[in-house]
RNA sequence: GGUGGGGUUCCCGAGUGGCCAAAGGGAACAGACUGUAAAUCUGUCGUCUUACGACUUCGGUGGUUCAAAUCCACCCCCCACCA
């Protein structure tokens, strides 16, 4: 194992070592620019270059491996070239540690009326000022080598549950030839960031098939599965990803974009998953929401109000040892700026000891009786 | 003591004869949130287990009217200014 180690030390940028499988699930470690990270990871989300509600020394202490920025957000504020007279996104935000940046295809989903496709790219509408704004596959490349994230991702088109056979065909071989160019507009041996493509297909099996056949033979870092988690129910969701996971080249990391809830995580685990990132850990903070090793639980309901015990008593994060459900709650209640960074240091501490757990797990090659557990508290 | 203004459902506050169980906001209660246009959004919010339904409400009492939170009379309270 320390041989193992002395040798990963030495490993070029890009090397993904898989050190222990259980089942499907997968033991790793991927190398970037700054840092290693351990997989399965969880990736907290920080959009606009803050993990919202949470300083980096908070994240540091809490383990966080690896953020999330995101691309169109820094693009058009502050951006990039700015960031880029700044050090990069690291120095800016004073992050020291690995940072995975997405491409801006979540805005071709979510700002969809504000936005139009064409073969050349995106042309989106800011939803800050208005303005137009062309995103290529090169624009984005260039945008994520200014922020100088360690792992860049491919414009990609997300289409919507709802999307037709024909166009998410279509759709496809399009995100195919956006990741082919994002490839040629940034080579392999130019810089030190990473570059993972992103499959997509909809919601039918052969258009997943397609589309992973279509980009895994090409030289990537590293291969996202894009375009769930967009409205379609768990079990078609599951059922997408089961067939898709194995299909994606077994000795790169596999990402599952924008997932998800614990019970998404352990199941994407159990199917061979390595990374995830989800907003959902410090949206649900802020509005509320809380997982604990006993469940979800919803602080602002009037049964917290004279509840003196811990938020989840199997927890070990600031907020669990030092304040009570009473006070979250009345912190909640009041609006209070404290709630938001409480809440969101113990989700995130919650969705990292998730995966940390994991990893442990499939070390000790128990990973199926772990996610029995997950599933018993959140299925 | 005089003049003017006002008392509306938990709070603030619209409503001046029927379309009013009564706008809107807040509070309260509950729910949602998955590559963040989200410290956001949704629902309930007089009582009756559900309501197309029934019943009780708009300071008090009495009256006018087919019909009153809305009109009239008297009474009670509050506010402003003047004495």
Known sequence: MTQNAMNFADAPVGAFELLAQDGAAR?????????????????????????????????????AEIILGNTYHLYLRPGDELVQRRGGLH??????????????????????????????????????????????????????????????????????????YDYTAKSLELTTRWALRAREAYPRGAGQNLLFAITQGGFHKDLRSESVAQLREHDF????????????????????????????????????MGVGTPLDIVTGIGMGVDMF?????????RNGTLYTSLGKVNIKRKEYAEDDSPLDPNCNCYTCRTF?????????????????????????????????????AIAEGRFAEFQAGVEALYA
């Not at 991927?30 to 606009?48: D, E």
């Not at 990132?277 to 903070?285: G, S, Y």
């Not at 240091?345 to 919650?350: G, M, P, Q, R, V």
């Open 277 to 285: 990132d989800c907003v959902l850990p410090t949206r649900n903070a």
């Open 221 to 256: 870092d590293g291969f996202a599965i894009g375009g769930l988690s967009v409205g379609e129910s768990k079990e078609i969701m599951y059922d997408l990803l089961a067939h898709t996971a194995p299909l994606l080249p077994a000795h790169k990391p596999r990402y599952l």
């Open 91 to 164: 120095n800016f935000a004073a992050w020291p540690r690995p940072i995975l940046t997405d491409s801006g295809g979540f805005q071709v989903f979510s700002l969809e009326g504000l936005r139009k496709i064409t073969e050349e790219g995106v042309e989106f509408r800011s939803h800050l000022d208005g303005s137009k704004h062309l995103f290529t596959p090169e624009k984005v490349i260039s945008i994520q080598r200014n922020l100088n994230s360690d792992i860049m991702m491919v414009l990609d088109e997300c289409v919507p549950f709802g999307a037709a």
């Open 324 to 360: 009570s459900r009473a006070y979250l709650r009345h912190l909640f209640t009041a609006q209070e700026i404290l709630s938001y960074r409480l809440n969101s240091l113990h989700n995130l501490t919650y969705f990292l000891d998730l995966v940390r757990g994991a990893r442990k």
């Open 27 to 63: 033991l790793g470690r991927l190398k970037t620019a700054h840092g290693v990270v351990n997989t399965p990871i969880f990736m907290p989300v920080g959009t606009v270059g803050s993990v919202k509600a949470v300083a980096p020394d908070d994240l540091a202490a809490l383990g």
